[in-house]
């Protein structure tokens, strides 16, 4: 069904006046929100404040305890949430081809079998796009590689309205920047949850935030959402402030004592009782998080110094990987360094390196004297999910040591935005947020001289995120960072290590935009595609001013899927057979001309997903 606004216009979904608990405290109040044709809304609040439950509510899997949830029954939705699927077995592209599980579309669960051959092209575009294999077995990718395979699946089905949870996640920069072109132009209805600032503010049109059981809706874009979101907490703050000095007026007007018979001043007590139900049921808003950085005394100038290294993988069945070639750098005291590069390019072998927890193949590495390093790493391995914040936090004891002195664990967990009573809860029961609040938490009841930090903004919400900011802003210490959110890069690091598909690192001065200024500059070819790109039809203009396909183009389109499968095909051939171990050991120029004819047919069949999209974009006769 479709719930008419008093406007006159048509929501596609409606969410009106829905309350829904979980214990004792709503965490939603009866909440209202209405998502038009054509929105592209963020949704924002910090962790544990209902987003993701929101977005469940409007695909169907979950229902409200009291109003309304209406969705359009002749709109499709589609929606990407943080669980991970664990349990199909088949190739990703099988995996991409199969149905998710979202009811009330009017749709039987699929299967790849009967699959039309636009379909698998697609599935395979966007896989390949998110750097995942398409003939790969779903289950052996890691917990990001599903995630990735998730995202191209949900995008394959192109369903009318697409709900996306912490998208970005697991996906490195350039990824990143193609799927915000993408939903930019390709999607035209999009209700998005994310930490990234710089992909909110080029895909929202709209922004809600959840605030304590309540939705606000602001028609702009995310930086104007600031300002008024700023406007509108200052102005709570003086309502309250005056409400309070009323209601302290009237406890003391009923101290000096009251002749209740009088019925004016039974009357006032009436109102003075609904003014004290009235505060009960206040719900403040939380504190900030407290974050602050225990610094140890300070490192030598020299933090490390690394020397035509070299470092690869070698594994049973697949050969040597190479991950870093010659690599010569220095970092110093103070340096705060990006690290940048594609999924699986090495970002992480680099800080072992740094760390001595891997030793290079060749070259050499020379570590400064006195550091303190703290490793803030993706797979949380400093928190035990089976034990509990106190005893993850302090072992048990009631206090934990910051700074030199002894403070209550339950204060400490407040600084971070725990309530205490959740102080024996297990960390297994925490959103992923939640999860990264408290490893910060951990790491900062240590002194340290160097912080190296692992995609730290996974999951944050963006004010706990503006507040790490600042406080790395500030640390005196040595920095390293591996992010993919660029407005980050942008304003804590001072110069960036990026990856290159040589696997070779080269070094730029500034943040990630100053590479990204830089690369372009040097680099002929890349100028030479945006400018391509930027004149391409359909990029900047409407669709009813794009140009028909040709006869000829149509023959074209029509034999683009085999063409792309031979290629694939191939490209999977070559992968088997370098992935033996003999065939490192065959004459050097059969392995150069291998892996030289398997960029040909990568580079090949980019183009020829390029030139796909761009004829099915073109339109027909």
């Known amino acids: 069904m479709r719930y008419s606004q ?60 009291s109003g309304l949830v209406a969705r359009s029954r002749d709109r499709v939705i589609g929606l990407l949430g943080q669980e991970i699927d664990e349990g199909f077995t088949g190739t990703c592209l099988e995996f991409c081809l199969s149905s998710e599980e979202v009811p009330d579309q009017g749709k039987e669960p699929g299967s790849p079998s009967g699959i039309s051959s636009e379909s698998e092209v697609e599935s395979r575009r966007f896989l390949t796009q ?16 599903r995630r990735r395979a998730m995202t191209a699946r949900i995008l394959a089905k192109k ?39 710089a992909f909110a503010k080029t895909v929202a049109t709209r922004v ?11 028609d702009c874009g995310y930086d104007e959402f600031l300002s008024r979101k700023q406007a509108l907490l200052e102005t709570e703050e003086q309502q309250r402030a005056k409400f309070d000095k009323r209601l302290a007026a009237e406890e003391a007007w009923l101290r000096r004592g009251v002749k209740a018979r009088r019925t004016r001043d039974e ?40 020397t035509a290294v070299s470092f690869a993988y070698s ?34 072998t680099l800080i072992q390196l740094i760390l001595g927890k891997l030793k290079p193949d060749t070259g050499s590495i020379r570590l400064g004297t006195n550091l303190r390093p703290l490793y803030f790493d993706q797979m949380r391995s400093l928190i035990n999910p089976e034990k509990t914040l106190l005893e993850n936090l302090s072992g048990g004891d009631d206090s934990v040591v910051v700074g030199g ?30 999860q990264n609040r408290l490893m910060l938490a951990k790491l900062f009841t240590q002194p340290s001289n160097l912080l190296v930090l692992d995609e730290p903004t996974n999951d944050l919400d963006m004010e706990t995120l503006d507040l790490l900011e600042d406080l790395l802003s500030e640390y005196q210490g040595t920095i390293l960072l591996v992010s993919h959110d660029r407005e980050f890069l942008d304003n804590i690091v001072t110069d960036c290590l990026v990856f290159t598909p040589d696997s070779t690192v080269e070094e730029y001065v500034g943040g990630y935009s ?23 039809p359909g990029d900047t203009r409407p669709r009813d001013r794009k140009t028909k396909r040709s006869y000829k183009e149509q023959q074209e389109l029509a034999s683009l899927p085999e063409t792309i499968a031979a290629l694939e095909q191939e490209i999977h051939q070559l992968h088997q057979v370098m992935a033996d171990p003999e065939f490192y050991r065959r004459e050097g120029d059969e392995v150069a001309q291998a892996t030289a004819r398997l960029e040909t047919l990568q580079a090949d069949l980019e183009r020829r997903y390029d030139r796909w999209q761009f004829l099915e974009e073109r339109g027909g006769d």
């Not at 829904?20 to 939603?28: I, K, M, S, V």
């Not at 100053?514 to 391409?536: L, M, V």
């Open 6 to 65: 008093p406007g006159g216009s048509v929501a596609v979904i409606s969410v009106k006046d829905v309350v829904l608990r979980f214990g004792d405290e709503a965490l939603f109040d009866g909440i209202t929100l209405h998502i038009e044709e054509g929105d592209r809304l963020c949704l924002l609040g910090r962790n544990g404040t209902g987003k993701s439950t929101l977005l469940k509510l409007m695909a169907g899997l979950l229902e409200p305890d």
């Open 208 to 218: 809600a935030e959840i605030d304590r059981g309540q939705l606000f809706s602001f």
């Open 130 to 145: 998110l750097g995942v294999n398409p003939e790969a077995e779903y289950r052996t990718l890691s917990g990001g590689g």
């Open 159 to 197: 369903p009318d309205i697409l709900l996306l949870d912490e998208p970005t996640n697991h996906l490195d920069i350039n990824s990143v920047l193609w799927l915000e072109e993408y939903l930019r132009k390709q999607v035209p209805t999009l209700i998005l949850i994310t930490h990234d600032r």
């Open 315 to 348: 594994e049973q069945g697949s050969g040597e990987t190479p991950v870093i070639e010659n690599l010569s750098t220095t970092i110093m005291r103070g340096d705060r360094v990006g690290i940048v590069g594609p999924n699986g390019c090495g970002k992480t």
């Open 267 to 306: 009357g006032r007590v009436r109102a003075l009782m609904a003014m004290r139900e009235r505060y009960r049921l206040r719900r403040n808003r939380i504190g900030q998080v407290s974050m602050k950085a225990q610094e140890a005394e300070v490192s030598g100038d020299l933090v490390a110094e690394l």
């Open 514 to 536: 100053d590479w990204r200024a830089q690369y372009k500059a040097d680099d002929p070819g890349e100028n030479a595609a945006r400018t391509k790109e930027k004149k391409s």
């Open 405 to 434: 002195r002894s403070r209550h664990i339950n204060a400490y967990l407040q600084d971070f935005l725990f309530d205490p009573d959740r102080a024996k809860s297990p960390v297994n029961i925490l959103s992923g947020g939640e």
